[in-house]
């Protein structure tokens, strides 16, 4: 009896401590998701800064210097945009990792409520 009611503890601190993890997970996703947006909006405010630059300069004259510096532009522009684009590649495998590790976390969540439960009927049944 002392060994079941042992047992059923333990259960219950294990899925104290899954559900504790799966907050975490889901806190550390929520805190990707907004980086993620956050460097979005950056990259936006950095292509308005370019163009506001472009269109600047060729309000100033000088089409071929335009040319020269939007091709400059153009190459900066693509490198940040070749990083962004692997910074997200790497926040999306981290979100997709995290998110197998919460369904994972809930499938044994789930199973050791299903055998909570049957601890609890065993242990009425036997105190009956």
Known sequence: MENLQKELEQFQQERDSHENEIYLLQKSLEELSIR??????SLATKDETINR???????????LKA???EKEASDVEKRKLAEVIAEL?????????????I???QEVNNAGLCFLDF??????????
Do not use: Y
Request: aromatic share 0%; net charge neutral; charged share 35%.
């Open 89 to 101: 590649a790497k926040m999306r495998s981290e979100i997709d990792e995290r998110d197998r590790a």
């Open 119 to 128: 601890l609890r009927v065993v242990t009425k049944l036997i105190c009956a």
């Open 53 to 63: 630059l472009m269109e600047m300069l060729n309000n100033k004259g000088g089409e």
């Open 67 to 69: 040319k020269e510096i």
């Open 36 to 41: 993620l947006e956050m460097q979005n909006q």
């Open 103 to 105: 369904t994972s976390l």
